[in-house]
């Protein structure tokens, strides 16, 4: 594995080598995306090895220009009413983090969607991951370059501690400033649903094309292995710290009495209570969604890696990012058996103790 800066030279390299099938993790506005060559099936294979992630788990293809779309999309199977709303989206919303659901052309490999017949693809914000596909020339599919079940990672570093030389390249460009996955919004629903909350807010999405439905509760790896779910990803349990996660209401977090080994994740700083202790962070001070959704995995990483018993958490509002902040800490909630990829990868950090 080779670190990258944002350089021209090194996004070329970078770019000729996702042409020549290799793994590139690469910064977007969301979180860092593990990407290979969405038509290469041998990329793709590698893709689901690195990460060890389930093949009925489909990835995200990112372009990086609308006409690319032509490539993916079999547009004769989307009905004129989905087409409407996604070109209305499309102008007003990306690129930025938001997902569609869409009919697939033939040609796009099933490993890509998990066997579907539709895909999910996405047009990215960030600079860097729109410079990459560019010069690619192609698109990439691009899962959360982490190991899964595991805490998505916001930081080049992140990407590293998970997959090291399973991936060749590693683009660092920093922090990622939106701090959560993209929404997935499924276009061929009969009604646009929300299949994943995420970093573009319902609120933003409803303002265009009007009410929009929420999807299925997820329902477990079982139903997932099983089919039994039309968004295969939507696991119970996912985006999950080692350390075990308690969630409570919004304000209860305060009265619960500080332990040494116990650690706390505020939304916002809690009236009357300083100091705090140094197992305590707080997601944003002033109660921001999108200040919090930015810190929510960072701040998740950092307690993990200090070796607690448990760590609180509160819920957030629900508006704006709420929605995908409550989304992440519910499934961080969530007990896990069999237990997740970084829990039996037995990485010598904090984050990777064996055995939880
Ligand atoms: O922000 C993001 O979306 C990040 C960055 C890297 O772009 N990517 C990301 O990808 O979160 P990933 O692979 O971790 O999440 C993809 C999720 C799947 O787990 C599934 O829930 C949904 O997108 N998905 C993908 N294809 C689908 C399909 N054909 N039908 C329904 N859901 C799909
Ligand atoms: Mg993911």
């Not at 989206?89 to 796009?108: D, H, Q, S, Y």
């Not at 919004?185 to 094309?209: K, S, W």
């Not at 439905?213 to 999950?240: E, F, R």
Request: neutral net charge; contains cysteine.
């Amino acid at each position: 594995m080779k670190m990258l800066t944002t350089s021209k030279s090194d996004i070329a390299l970078a770019a000729a080598a996702l042409a020549g099938g290799a793994l590139v993790a690469f910064p977007t506005e969301t979180v860092y995306g593990l990407g290979g060559d969405a038509f290469s099936g041998s990329a793709l294979a590698r893709i689901f090895d690195a990460k060890k992630r389930p093949r009925f788990d489909p990835l995200i293809i990112h372009i990086a220009d609308l006409s690319t779309l032509d490539k993916i999309v079999l547009w004769e199977a989307l009905d004129n009413n989905a087409r409407k709303k996604l070109d209305l989206l499309a102008e007003k919303l990306w690129p930025g983090p938001l997902t569609f659901i869409l009919p697939k052309r033939p040609e796009v490999p099933g490993l890509a969607t998990a066997g579907l017949s539709t895909a999910a693809v996405r047009f990215p914000s960030h600079p860097v991951a729109q410079n990459l596909i560019r010069l690619f020339q192609g698109a990439a599919a691009a899962p959360s370059a982490n190991l899964f079940g595991c805490l998505s990672p916001t930081k080049a570093e992140h990407v590293r501690e998970q997959l090291g030389d399973k991936v060749d390249y590693i683009i660092d460009g920093g922090r990622t400033n939106l701090g959560v996955e993209s929404t997935v919004l499924d276009l061929c629903a009969p009604l646009p649903t929300i299949l994943r909350p995420g970093g573009c807010p319902r609120e933003e999405i409803e303002a265009v094309i009007g009410t929009v439905g929420t999807g299925p509760v997820p329902s477990g790896p079982a139903a997932a292995a099983a089919g039994g779910q039309p968004s295969p990803g939507m696991l119970k349990s996912h985006y999950a710290p080692l350390t075990t996660l308690v969630l409570h209401p919004a304000g209860k977090l305060r009265d619960i009495p500080e332990k040494k080994d116990e650690g706390k994740l505020y939304f916002k700083t809690p009236a009357g209570k300083t100091p705090l202790s140094e197992n305590t962070r707080i997601l944003s001070a002033s109660g921001d969604t999108v200040e919090a959704a930015a810190n929510l995995f960072e701040m998740l990483h950092q307690l993990d890696s200090l070796g607690l018993r448990l760590i609180h958490a509160e819920e957030t509002p629900q508006d704006g990012l709420g929605e995908a902040i409550n989304d992440r800490l519910r499934r961080a909630s969530v007990s896990r058996t069999p237990l997740p990829e970084c829990a039996l990868a037995g990485k010598d950090t904090g984050q990777f103790r064996p055995g939880r």
